[in-house]
């Protein structure tokens, strides 16, 4: 019996040794449905790479999934790992404490990142998330109506204008914007306005020297009401993917918008022919800037009972073959270094990033509160809407940031 029992014994010890590490099930968030495929594409190479992790993905409604994940991060739950946005909005979360933060000893190749991608995803001097793309506002044009009608594509304002004027003529709208989805107008201030404002101004504006009443800023906001003049009939009242269908569909000619505009342009519609422009200049001479941001990154949860697990899978994240995946499936260009864009387009966005000024509210002004973006889309609207004059709205922009930020207040003594 003593014997017999001894033998199980080992047997069972033998089986112990010999038995493979727990499966690994990491839970991964995404506000991109429309993504899932590409993600799953992604997720099937990390788990041939790393046998005994398999990751689920999980995708939100994009209006929705800021609130639901911070509900399940703090009720001490949410996914392994998830998309998190960039700036003042990953704070949000970074601070609380629901997130792990990262370095190169638990992240390789994180450090090879650029530092102002890295910055996006900061807070506190600790990086918290991979960053996953950058973004371009500019103006996107139909080359094929372009070309029908014998319009070049704009370097200046006044040649832009009369693109707009020539489409206008020709029973299509110049631009497929609307205003009823609130961010929209924020998005035709940068696209619309970047190179109208400047360099110089975005120095001061950082420097303390100037605020967003400077001359320079208010012209980009009559700059922004004098294309209006083009929108489509009710602009104020068109949302977001109904804006994008009029130009998919080739009812306008032009959209002031990003580069992220283009897969979905793709998507309604496999035959348009997109190309871009940096925002018109005021006067031959000037430089044509694009406005750029870093838009969010891959996160870890600090709570996650597999922390190893989700620092290997945020370090894939950092590959170039996921990058190259990432740019070239989904149209994004990636801040991933030695990514090959294999669209045409891609490579010319990332050479106009080259000059560029940051997509301002988003990248300086939405750390407290109200932040510059909801002040600036709803003085935007209004300035739309003949409520508001160019110089009304920059200055009520002002005001709302100067309430807790210091160089604003010191300008106005």
């Known amino acids: 019996m003593r014997k017999s029992l001894l033998r199980v014994g080992a047997l069972v010890g033998a089986l112990l040794v010999a038995a493979p590490a727990l499966a690994q099930e990491l839970s991964f968030w995404s506000w991109r449905q429309e993504d ?54 990953l704070a949000t979360v970074a601070n609380a404490g629901y997130l792990m933060p990262l370095d190169n000893a638990t992240v390789p190749g994180l450090d090879t990142l650029p530092k102002p991608a890295l910055d996006a995803e900061s807070s506190d001097g600790k990086v918290y998330a991979v960053p996953f793309a950058q973004q371009t506002m500019l103006i996107l044009y139909n080359k094929d109506i372009f070309d029908k009608f ?10 832009l204008m009369a693109a707009a004027k020539t489409l206008k003529d020709n029973g299509i709208f110049g631009f497929g914007n609307g205003t009823a989805t609130a961010w ?4 035709i201030v940068s696209a619309l306005g970047s190179s109208i404002m400047g360099k110089g101004f975005y120095d001061d504006l950082m420097a303390g020297k100037v605020d967003f009443t400077d001359p320079r800023y208010v012209e980009a906001l009559k700059k922004v009401k004098e294309a209006s003049a083009y929108f489509p009939d009710g602009f104020q009242g068109l949302d977001y993917p109904s ?23 793709k998507k309604l519609n ?3 022919n997109v190309g871009v422009v940096p925002t018109p200049v005021a006067k031959d001479g000037d430089e044509a800037l694009v406005g750029l941001y870093f838009d969010g990154g891959y996160a870890g949860n600090a709570k996650t009972k597999n922390p190893e697990a989700v620092q290997k899978f945020l370090s894939y994240l950092t590959s170039k073959e996921f990058g190259t995946v990432f740019a070239n499936d989904l149209g ?29 509210m988003l990248v300086n002004f939405r750390y407290q509160e109200p932040t510059g973006s909801v002040l600036l889309q709803a003085a935007v609207q209004k300035m739309l809407a003949g409520e508001q004059t160019p110089e009304q709205a920059a200055q009520a922009v002002t005001d709302g940031i100067a309430t807790y930020y210091e160089p604003f207040q010191k300008l106005k003594k």
């Open 270 to 272: 496999p035959d348009i």
């Open 243 to 265: 804006a994008q269908q009029l130009f998919a569909s080739g009812l306008a000619g032009m959209f002031a918008g990003g580069s992220f505009e283009i897969a979905n342009f």
């Open 184 to 187: 929209q107008n924020e998005t």
């Open 36 to 89: 899932q495929a590409t993600y799953q594409k992604v997720i099937d190479a990390f788990e041939k790479e790393n046998p005994g992790i398999t990751v689920k993905f999980q995708a939100f409604v994009s209006d929705q999934y800021n609130t639901i994940l911070s509900t399940a991060l703090s009720g001490g739950t949410g996914p392994d790992a998830m998309m998190v946005r960039a700036h003042g909005a």
């Open 332 to 360: 994004n260009v990636s801040p991933i270094p030695g990514v090959e864009f294999t669209n045409p387009t891609l490579q010319e966005i990332a050479k106009l990033d080259e000059h560029s000024i940051p997509y301002i």
């Open 150 to 159: 014998g319009i070049q594509p704009p370097h200046t304002w006044d040649e």
